[in-house]
């Protein structure tokens, strides 16, 4: 398998190529448009009647496509091409003018936050225009932490060189980073995957090079991250948020009061999940305490699996069709057309991630795959994304936004569908310990790691009103978070303390990452019911609770699953079913003997 051979995506569905014609005209309809829009409906709103205010919302609609649509373009074309300067060129500049010409729209939403709820709801009679209250009513629940227009416009023009410039400076530099273990080269993505080579000493040398080159960019990160952090506070300041997360919480639509609960929960299964897990491991491994750098190590008797890319697509598809033959129809358009980006590659962005720049238009899958087995649960992890997009269409572009909490939930149920399928076709038990065995050690990372992520996070934004925090201090916030979480089996030290700048989701998303964990305990708690068979029809119940995860409330969405976020055992249900997965380890440990 060479990278040649591995599928690339094809984003003319979007533009042809970055000196497009159409991208120009796009763009000047969008500036001609915007002021277009403010003229005719400034200073009118509460006025207009309900077919009056149903145009608004279609013209609104228009210009977000647009938008959309080049940002997208701009952004994709950048992700596998980051030492390209006119790709980061492009991206700059469609970014700094997207932002220019939207400044006539700002009065918008604040416009709307002052109508009168009797006109509203007057408006949402019509059933047209009640297809937006999903939108209208994200709107306004922003209404008390607006500011004025001059202030908003300001906030706005200003994003480009505050915020999002340090977010880019960041991407840029760390997508630029080289690292070499035994004379040899890599590049971010591919040094990840030694990190999972059964040779010890080749994943120590990794380990040890990708903490090398982190403390020789901590200086930069270290500032950027400061400078990220105030920036957030000042503006969660002027608008009124009580403390760091609660933003994040608003755009989530879940209060502070459940991310405490679903954070204290996950704490207090530390010692029950990761710290049993790890000690397990570390018999495994025949080792005193694991290295930070061996936690997601394959063990040392387990198979030396790679998959072809033809195999991984097989597997993953198996899974799909095997749940529900409309999901596997649904993913099957991904292999079908080229919108799936395969290969790492020089230059190219570490992760994978799924793109969808339209609701109304398909997503984009982008992938590092390099052929281990989680590189197959990482396509079915960003195949779940994508399937839920499609699923979700027909919502419209103004109604449908990303709510971090529930889009992580058919990702997470995607890899669940595609391990059970591979755990169902082995009979060996040493084989079936090692998957379970990968598999917890995916679960603890999404569930576990990322609120010991959201402690560390936490701190470092209340500490940082304080004053600037040097390298070494989140050094040691860093360290003292992963050996709360990880345990006393887990070697937490030196070699892995400049690893927070490694998290990118510090920087460009500050308080995503607690999403990953509220979405594994969904999905856990999802798959528990479905294990029991006390629902009917769980799959059709299912894709219909993705089709609304945009749209709908958590307790509306869960309610035919006997399921409420809102119930004390809520998550301790999801985490229960990490822990019955380390018994059924503790079992095949005794069974074979090791």
């Known amino acids: 398998m060479t990278n040649n051979t591995l599928p690339a995506w094809d984003l003319s569905d979007l533009y042809d190529y970055i ?8 763009l000047e309809k969008y500036r001609k448009s915007s002021v277009a829009f403010a003229k005719k409906y400034k200073g009118k709103l509460a006025s207009l009647s309900a077919e009056e205010f149903l145009r608004v919302l279609k013209d609104c609609e ?7 649509r080049l940002g997208g373009f701009a952004y994709l074309n950048m992700s596998t091409q980051m030492k390209n300067q ?11 003018r997207l932002t220019e010409y939207y400044k006539p729209m700002v009065f918008f939403s604040l416009e709307l936050n002052q109508v ?3 006109t509203i709801k007057k408006w949402l009679k019509n059933k047209d225009v009640a297809f937006y209250k999903p939108f209208i009513k994200r709107v306004r629940k922003y209404k008390k932490y607006e ?3 001059p202030v908003e416009e300001i906030l706005l023009e200003k994003s480009v060189t505050s915020s999002e410039a340090w977010v880019r400076l960041y991407e840029e530099t760390s997508s630029r980073l080289g690292f070499e273990v035994d004379g040899k080269k890599y590049n971010d993505a591919e040094i990840s995957k030694l990190l999972l080579d059964k040779d010890a000493s080749i994943r120590h040398k990794a380990g040890a090079e990708i903490n090398r080159v982190a403390k020789e960019n901590a200086p930069l990160f270290s500032l950027v991250y400061n400078m990220i952090i105030k920036d957030k506070a000042i503006e969660d300041n002027k608008r009124g948020f009580k403390s760091p997360v609660s933003a994040r919480n608003l755009a989530e ?11 204290r929960s996950v704490k207090a299964n530390y010692k029950n999940i990761a710290h049993r897990f790890y000690r397990l491991k570390a018999k495994w491994l ?10 997601n190590a394959p063990l040392p008797f387990s198979a030396d699996v790679t998959y072809s890319w033809k195999d991984a697509v097989d597997m993953v598809l198996k899974g799909y069709y095997g749940f529900s033959d409309k999901l596997g129809k649904v993913a099957q358009e991904f292999f079908d057309n080229a919108w799936i980006d395969v290969p790492p590659r020089d230059g190219k962005r570490s992760g994978a991630f799924c793109s969808a720049p339209l609701a109304s238009e398909h997503p984009y899958l982008f992938l590092n795959f390099a052929g281990k087995q989680n590189d197959v649960l ?8 994508g399937c839920h997009h499609q699923l979700r269409t027909q919502n419209g572009d103004l109604n449908e936004r990303s709510r971090m909490t529930t889009e992580e939930v058919a990702s997470v149920f995607g890899e669940m569908l595609v391990f059970q399928n591979m755990l169902s076709n082995i009979k060996d038990d040493k084989a079936k310990l090692c998957l379970i065995a990968s598999k917890v050690s995916d679960m603890i990372n999404t569930a576990i790691r990322q609120i010991a992520f959201h402690f560390f996070e936490t701190r470092a934004h209340e500490e940082r009103r304080l004053g600037e925090l040097s390298e070494d201090r989140l050094c040691q916030i860093w360290i003292e978070e992963m050996k709360d979480s990880l345990g006393d089996y887990v070697e937490v030290d030196e070699n892995c303390k400049y690893i927070w700048s490694n998290v990118g989701h510090f920087f460009f998303l500050p308080f995503y990452v607690y999403a990953y964990s509220f979405a594994d305990c969904l999905v856990n708690s999802l798959y528990q019911v479905n294990t029991e068979n006390k629902v009917e029809n769980f799959a059709d119940k299912y894709l219909e609770l993705l089709s609304k995860t945009a749209i709908g409330e958590y307790e509306e969405i869960l309610k035919p699953f006997g399921l409420n976020p809102k119930d004390s055992d809520f998550w301790q249900k999801g985490l229960d079913l990490i822990s019955a997965y380390i018994d059924e380890l503790e079992e095949l440990d005794r069974k074979i003997k090791l």
């Not at 000196?19 to 796009?26: L, T, V």
């Not at 228009?62 to 959309?68: A, D, H, P, Q, T």
């Not at 502070?256 to 679903?262: K, P």
């Open 116 to 118: 009168p709820e009797a």
């Open 253 to 263: 639509e879940v209060d502070d009061t459940m991310v405490e609960a679903l954070a």
């Open 378 to 385: 990482t396509l079915a992890h960003e195949l779940g994304h």
């Open 286 to 295: 025949g080792v005193e305490k694991i290295s930070y750098w061996d936690r």
């Open 62 to 68: 228009v210009l977000r496509k647009i938008s959309s």
């Open 19 to 26: 000196k497009a014609p159409q991208i120009e005209k796009d």
């Open 86 to 96: 006119e790709a980061m060129a492009f991206y700059q500049n469609i970014s700094e």
């Open 147 to 149: 500011l004025s227009e």
